[in-house]
C-alpha cells in the first residue's frame, strides 16, 4: 500500500520559515519506482477548495510553483530517500492551511489538476500568525 506521510508543519510567526517534508514508502507506483513519478504540494484553507501550491518533475530538475508562493516557497526531492520536501519563506497569514504532498502516475505536463495525482498524504496544518 502507498503511503506519503507529511512532517514539518506547526505555527510560525508572520515572516518566518517552515520545511514540510514528505516520506515516500510501499509498493511502486504503477511498476513505476517512486523516483520517477512527479510530485507536489497541494493546500486546502478551511472552507475552501484544495489549491495546488508547487509541483516538481521525476528528476527534480523543473519546478513548478503557483503564483500566490512564486519566490516564497522553494519544493525539491531527494530520490535516494523516497523524501519531498517544501521550505516556506516569508510566511504570510494567507499561507495558514493544511498542506498535503501527493504524488502523480509517471510524469505531467499539467500540474494543477487534481485528478491528475491518485496519492495523497493525511495533510499536516501550518498555521502563521500575524
Known amino acids: 500500500q502507498v503511503q506519503l506521510v507529511e512532517s514539518g508543519g506547526g505555527l510560525v510567526q508572520a515572516g518566518g520559515s517552515l520545511k514540510l517534508s514528505c516520506a515516500a514508502s510501499?509498493?511502486?507506483?504503477?511498476?513505476?519506482?517512486?523516483?520517477?513519478?512527479?510530485m507536489g504540494w497541494w493546500r486546502q484553507h478551511p472552507g475552501k477548495e484544495r489549491e495546488w501550491v508547487a509541483g516538481?518533475?521525476?528528476?527534480?530538475?523543473?519546478?513548478y510553483y503557483a503564483d500566490s508562493v512564486k519566490g516564497r516557497f522553494t519544493i525539491s526531492r531527494d530520490n535516494a530517500k523516497n523524501t519531498l520536501s517544501l521550505q516556506m519563506n516569508n510566511l504570510k497569514s494567507a499561507d495558514t492551511a493544511i498542506y498535503y504532498c501527493?504524488?502523480?502516475?509517471?510524469?505531467?505536463?499539467?500540474?494543477?489538476?487534481?485528478?491528475?495525482?491518485?496519492?495523497w498524504g493525511q495533510g499536516i496544518q501550518v498555521t502563521v500568525s500575524s
Open positions: 501527493a504524488a502523480a502516475e509517471g510524469h505531467l505536463t499539467v500540474w494543477n489538476e487534481r485528478s491528475y495525482y491518485p496519492y
Open positions: 510501499g509498493r511502486t507506483f504503477s511498476n513505476s519506482a517512486i523516483s520517477t513519478i512527479a
Open positions: 516538481i518533475t521525476w528528476r527534480g530538475r523543473n519546478q
